[in-house]
């Protein structure tokens, strides 16, 4: 008897060959070049962190100063810094500095739509 939720390996696998040589090629026309689906893997691998994710819901939430961030986070200042320029670095965040502060916001629509969604397919 099968665990609840384990797929048996069997149903992961086609039984038999069964090539489709216009969707093959159709698909493989279709598809971005390698550098941008590398450029992609390195998104999702930066946006895999659990700080980086927090930061990120916070930023989704409102625009906020790095002092704003480590109240919320519960974190020291250096260590939500860190984590800034990583984004920053990785263009999902952008600062603008205001008088004596630096205030965060997401890069653009596309993150807090990542952001969003990533949530939303979570709970549901």
């Excluded at 008897?1 to 149903?11: D, F, L, S, T, Y």
């Excluded at 450029?39 to 980086?52: I, N, P």
């Excluded at 205001?98 to 807090?112: M, P, R």
Aim: net charge negative.
């Amino acid at each position: 008897m099968n665990k609840p939720g384990i797929i048996e390996r069997e149903a992961e696998l086609c039984q038999q060959r069964c090539d489709h040589p216009d969707v093959v090629d159709e698909v493989r026309c279709s598809m971005p070049a390698e550098p941008l689906q590398q450029d992609v893997a390195q998104l999702f691998k930066v946006l895999g962190d659990h700080t980086r994710i927090r930061i990120l819901n916070a930023l989704y939430r409102s625009e906020l100063c790095v002092c704003d961030l480590t109240s919320i986070l519960g974190m020291n200042q250096s260590a939500v810094s860190h984590q800034l320029r990583v984004l920053r670095d990785a263009k999902i965040v952008r600062s603008q500095k205001q008088g004596k502060n630096v205030i965060y916001s997401l890069d653009d629509i596309h993150i807090a739509e990542l952001i969003r969604i990533g949530f939303e397919h979570v709970v549901e």
